[in-house]
């Protein structure tokens, strides 16, 4: 099949049926994406400016712009997107254009018949290009809040390690800081709130730093005070080490979920019902989608806090083919008043078709 038959196929793929096929502007505000996926994606985006000083970005996914559409026409209709062009991201080698095509499924109240479809349609993508052999590795953000909620510490800092749960460097380094909570902080331990803001302004004048282009003395000084309280707020080394442990297993799906329960119950926390839901969604990615090599990582999810339930990456020899999984928090984290049911997959078409069978 030629290049140009293949993109018809998946094209008829992503606009089948009751799919609304999209093609959201290529240059968009980037506000959104620095609020929900932070100063670290923001890095990687392409920026650009109007004549009237107005912030754009070139589209660096699909994703964020359907949601923001969906709001338009009520957060709670069920509705199917469908999408196939050009996004546009920094990489280690400079600005780059490539090609993504996938499918978002919103409001649908059945979440494993929404999965069993995106399951269904990134089998077909791979079957279309020939794709060979292909490793799947899965990923519970469900599981790790259950865990987070059952373990011994204090509340202030179940949602500072949630924020970090994804990045194994940064939760490593945390971790750590938790493990040795008598390393030393710099600063006028003990002095008010006052106090410190004008200790602050007059370090920052001294270091001819300007009190307004960043952030102020009273902000800096309530930041550290923060981080006082926090220090304060011990969190007990079993607490720390089974974190540790839970966020190593990785390996054959069934075989890492039964330790990850074994290590949870010698902790006394129960995640059954939690487990049992992951292993209906592994169960359809070996059913629909006729993958039998799964991994199960306990750390692996995207590194965006809207995510929820179960993500997977299928990967193939040239890298990532296909990521999805639930985001249902996105929504509202656009507007809407409540969580509302969603998934979807992209696929790395640049990638399918440098790998494709002739």
Do not use: N
Not at 124 to 138: E, M, P
Not at 172 to 177: E, S, T
Not at 334 to 349: K, M, N, S, T, Y
Request: contains cysteine; hydrophobic residues 45%; glycine residues 10%.
């Amino acid at each position: 099949m030629s290049a140009e038959a293949r993109r018809e196929a998946l094209k008829a793929l992503v606009s089948a049926d009751d799919i609304a096929f999209v093609a959201p502007p290529i240059l968009i505000p980037p506000a959104p994406y620095f609020d929900l996926a932070g100063e670290e994606f923001g890095a990687r985006m392409i920026l650009t400016s109007a004549a009237d000083g107005a912030d754009f970005c070139l589209r660096p996914d699909f994703t964020l712009p359907i949601a923001m559409r969906h709001l338009e026409i009520g957060a709670g209709t069920p509705a199917a997107y469908g999408y196939l062009g050009p996004i546009f991201r920094h990489r280690a080698d400079g600005p780059a254009e490539f090609d993504q095509a996938g499918i978002e499924l919103l409001a649908h109240e059945d979440a494993g018949s929404a999965l069993d479809r995106i399951v269904a349609f990134a089998r077909a993508t791979l079957d279309l290009y020939g794709a060979g052999a292909t490793s799947v590795r899965v990923g519970s953000i469900e599981i790790f809040e259950a865990l987070l909620a059952a373990c011994d510490m204090p509340d202030v800092w179940r949602p500072r390690i949630r924020a970090r749960f994804g990045h194994p460097e940064a939760m490593g380094r945390l971790l750590d800081r938790l493990a040795d909570p008598h390393a030393p902080m710099p600063g006028p331990e003990g002095m008010p709130q006052r106090a410190i803001a004008e200790w602050v302004g007059e370090l920052m004048a001294t270091a001819g730093l300007s009190p307004t282009e960043s952030r102020s003395p009273e902000e800096i000084a309530a930041r550290y005070l923060e981080k006082q309280a926090l220090k304060a707020a011990h969190v007990p080394a079993p607490t720390i080490d089974l974190l540790r442990g839970c966020l190593s297993i990785s390996g054959e799906a069934d075989t890492a979920l039964t330790a990850l329960d074994a290590r949870a119950r010698q902790a006394g926390i129960d995640l059954s019902a939690v487990l049992g839901v992951t292993r209906a969604r592994l169960d359809q990615l070996r059913t629909t989608g006729g993958f039998d090599r799964l991994v199960f990582d306990a750390g692996f999810s995207p590194r965006l806090d809207y995510y929820t339930g179960v993500t997977f990456e299928i990967s193939g020899p040239r890298g990532v083919l296909v990521s999805g999984g639930q985001y249902d928090r996105l929504l509202r984290r656009l507007g809407a008043r409540e969580d509302i049911p969603a998934v979807g997959c992209a696929v790395w078409v640049d990638r399918l078709e440098g790998g494709a069978a002739q």
